[in-house]
Structure formats: C-alpha cells, structure tokens
C-alpha cells in the first residue's frame, strides 16, 4: 500500500508523467469511452447523422460529383431512404475487389420480391456490403447496385435497370472502379460554411488518410485542449477545480460523445479559451497582439465550422476576466477587466462576421449580400427568433418558434436525458439536486461568515453557467429542437464548479467534524 502511494504522489508532483497520463485517459475516453462516460450505444450512435454530412462531402469530391453551394451535404442512391448507413459505406477505404460469389435462384415470390435484385447467402454480407452505388457483373452483363439488405438468411442485392440473367451456377463480383453517378440524389447543407467538411475531404482523398484516422486525429487535438484548458484552470483558478472540470469532461456522457465526431469538431468550441486564458495570466504588448490574433483566428474557424453554441463559446473565453469583474475589490480592477472583456467580444465577433461573409459568398455563389439576406431570414431566425412558420417546409419547427426563453431554460435545468457525471456515486444524482446542493453549500459559507469564500464561489458559479444559458436564450428556437444534445453547454466550466464548491464543503465539513471528535476526547 505504501508503495502505491509513493508512486502515486511521485506521478502526481511529474508534471510532464502528469501531463501524459492525463492525455491517455482523455484520448482513450474520447475515442473508446474506455472510462464508461456515456452509455455504450448512445456513444456509438451519437449524432451519426450529422458527421455523415461530413463524409458525404469527402465521397463527391472523391467521385468528381459536383457541389457549388456548400461544403456539407449528403448522397444517396435514387429510392433509397437510408442515408447515414450509405454515407458511412461509401468512405470507407476497405473496398476489394469482389469475385466468384454463388447467387441463390429460385426464390419463393410469394416471400420475397426479386425484380430487380439477386440474393446471395449471409455469410458474405462483409464482403459486398461496400457495394451500394457500384457495379455488379454476372457474365457479360453489369448493373449498378441500389441497397443491400439482410433478409433472413439471405443479402438482398437490389440494382438499376433490367434483370440480370441468372443460371444455377451463376455468380457474382463487384467492381469498383465504377460509381453509378446517374443513380444518385444529392442535397447540399447550406446553413453553414462546413470548413470541417473541406478539411475531412482534403485528409480523406489528398493524405489518403482512412475515417477512423481523421477521427483520431480530431480527438488527439481535443486532448490536447482540454489538458491545456485543465492546466489554464489550475493556474488561474485552483488545483481542485483544474482537477473537477477534467472529471466532469471526461465523465461526461455528451462530452465523451461528441468527441470524435467530425461535424461537430468539439475541439473548436475551446480554442478561443486557451487564447484568451492565456492573455489573462501573460503581459506585454507582442504577446497580446499575438494572442488577439489567435482568439480572432479561432472564433473564424469556430464559425466556419458552425455558428452552433458561439455565444457560449465567447463566454467562455472570457471567463476569468467576467470572474475577476464579480469579485473585483476596487473600481480599478473591474474596469480593467471590463475592457478586456469587451475587446475579446469585438474581436471574437470580427472572427464570425468573416465566417459569415465566407459563407454568404459560397452560399449564392459570389453575391456577399444576397447570401447575408438568405442566411438571416433561412437561419438565424430559424434558431433564435422571429421566425415565421410559413416560410419553413418543416412544420416541426413550429412548436420552437412559439417557446417562451423560460419554457426552454426550465428544460435544460430538469429534463436531462442522460446523467449528469455517469460516476458511481454521483450518476444518479440530477442537475438541479447537484446545483441546489451548491448554493446551499454557498450559503452555509455565508452564514459561517466567510463571506469572502462564499461571494468567490457565488462568483463562479455565476461566470461558468452564464455561457450555457446565453445559448439557451439567444438561440432559443435551436435550443428547443436539438435538446439532446445542447445539454453539453452546461460542461463549460458549469459542471465543474459545481463539484468543486460541493466538493469543497463536504471536505471543510468532515474536517470540522474531525476537529470536534479530537476535542470532545
């Protein structure tokens, strides 16, 4: 046991055996949710729909198949309806060539409808299962294949054109050198500029690199921020806060989730932090330009990427000088970080009005300002306000046009879907016990007369929760339809604080305990 210790306390005072090991349990819980942070099939299942948008991008490109407005979008084959598992088909890099495989003749009709389509056995399902879009040939003959479907134990391969001639011993192969372009449906995603769509396209068919490859590598950079992020914490803040908000990041069912998926690049909604985090602990004019700079770069990329939770993100960015704001002890010191606030503000706001003309331009194909008039009226007011029913073909967007800020704030704060911190100890336990438990925790601080302490945490909890609740406002129509997944704000520090100030108490609390056992002895 002594040794564990000794070995413990060794790793734990090696910042560099500190920093690696950190970056292994946040890249092995962000790639494999080797920790269990999030349910294992709402981990493999999270928001595939909205990374197939991404690969979507990567296969046209890859096909010469043409996209002028955007670089998002989806491909499927004509009367098909499944569209995330073509998608997911279509990029991978595995395809082989396919020979010789036994078709199976003689169906009964009455079971199963063979127009258009052969079957062969199941046991071959990994070997053709690549083959949506592409040729299959029996003899002389080829067509392009519509879907492959198990049915039984049987693949049904479904193709385009006339019936294929089929003998006892007929058999298949599958040739991929040819796309069927003519069978395909495309749809362009044009809410946003989709950078993250052109860089998945430039490392899938420039570096040759696989998906699984470029998803590894997305998750080795959100790592590498988040450990950033956690060390900014400690210098800024405290150790036992640095250490909460790793917990809550890596524990994290939606964090974990979100992770490796290449629509969302989870990585660019911390980015702007390290900036300006930075800034707030380093002096001296050169280095502030070039952290200006970075923070402006970032917030572009961030935008580029998608205006999702952007308000957030800015908030964030400037949390410890909104900190330092609340707790300011003089004038001074708040005007100071006032100022700087503000400055982050315009300069973060410049990055996304660049991402904003960027994206007009590509929207309309080269008129900035038909684009910006088509972005405000088909997006902006579709998340957040003033948008009208009539000009949408969803109607389901209605019931988010009509939802009062309070209606969604009150979702967010008692409706969560999953755990808050899927620990043993604390998975069971909801966002509103957790956060009742912090302001009493707040208020027992207060009343003990550490009003100093308790007006610090106040301080906290109001700076690291304000960046969650501005998105559920200002994008209250977005927040409405996609509470799901837009519970993740609330891991911005939020979470974090939280369990540091209840972490805090209970430790003050079994120390006070401790001291009166000794005394009463």
Not at 27 to 33: A, E, I, Q, T, V
Not at 279 to 292: E, H, P, R, T
């Amino acid at each position: 046991m002594y040794n564990l210790v000794s070995k413990i306390n060794f790793i734990m005072n090696n910042k560099i055996l500190l920093c690696i090991l950190g970056f292994v349990i946040l890249y092995l819980s962000f790639y494999k949710n080797a920790l269990g942070g999030a349910n294992k099939s709402f981990f493999n299942e999270f928001q595939l729909d909205s990374e197939a948008l991404v690969l979507a991008n990567a296969f046209k490109d890859k096909e010469g198949i043409e996209h002028k407005f955007s670089n998002l979008g989806s491909i499927t084959m004509k009367g098909t309806t499944d569209r995330i598992k073509q998608e997911y088909l279509f990029v991978a890099k595995n395809k082989r060539e396919v020979i010789d495989i036994p078709v199976i003749k003689n169906l009964n009709s009455s079971t199963m409808d063979n127009d258009n389509s052969i079957f062969v056995d199941k046991s071959h399902i990994n070997e053709i299962k690549y083959a949506i879009g592409y040729q299959i040939v029996i003899g002389d003959e080829s067509r392009y294949v519509k879907d492959i479907i198990m049915q039984d134990k049987l693949v049904k391969i479904s193709y385009f054109g006339e019936q294929l001639p089929q003998t006892d011993n007929s058999k298949i192969s599958l040739n991929y050198e040819s796309f069927g372009k003519q069978y395909i449906d495309t749809w362009e995603y044009t809410s946003q500029y989709g950078l993250q769509g052109k860089m998945t396209s430039f490392l899938f068919n420039k570096l040759d690199f696989s998906i699984k490859t470029i998803q590894k590598i997305n998750v080795i950079v959100l790592s590498f921020v988040i450990l950033c992020l956690t060390y900014l914490f400690k210098l800024i803040f405290s150790k036992n806060l640095a250490v909460c908000f790793f917990i809550s990041v890596v524990f994290s069912p939606l964090v974990v989730s979100f992770a490796k998926n290449l629509y969302w690049i989870e990585f660019s909604w911390f980015l702007p932090s390290i900036f300006s985090w930075i800034l707030y602990i380093k002096k001296g004019k050169a280095v502030k330009f070039v952290l200006y700079f970075g923070i402006y770069l970032s917030c572009c990329f961030k935008c580029l990427s998608g205006y999702e939770y952007f308000s957030s993100v800015l908030l964030f960015a400037v949390s410890p000088f909104l900190y330092s704001c609340l707790s300011a002890k003089s004038k001074k010191q708040f005007i100071e970080n006032l100022v700087v606030i503000i400055k982050i503000c315009l300069i973060g706001t410049c990055g996304f009005l660049s991402a904003v003309m960027m994206h007009a331009y590509l929207r309309t194909g080269g008129n900035i300002f038909d684009g910006l008039s088509i972005i405000w009226h088909n997006d902006v007011l579709r998340r957040t306000y003033g948008g009208n029913i009539n000009n949408f073909i969803d109607p389901d967007l209605a019931p988010s046009f009509k939802a009062t800020p309070f209606e969604v704030l009150r979702t967010y704060f008692n409706s969560w879907d999953t755990s808050v911190i899927r620990l043993p100890i604390l998975k069971n336990i909801s966002f509103i016990t957790l956060i009742s438990l912090c302001l009493f925790a707040i208020t027992i601080e207060y009343a003990r007369g550490e009003k100093e302490e308790s007006r610090h945490n106040l301080s906290l909890i109001i700076t690291f929760l304000i960046p969650a609740i501005s998105w559920y406002i200002l994008g209250k129509s977005h927040s409405y339809i996609h509470r799901p997944m837009n519970f993740v704000l609330w891991y911005m520090g939020g979470v974090g604080v939280i369990l540091h100030i209840i972490y805090k108490e209970i430790i003050i609390h079994i120390k006070y305990e401790k001291v009166i056992k000794e005394k009463l002895m």
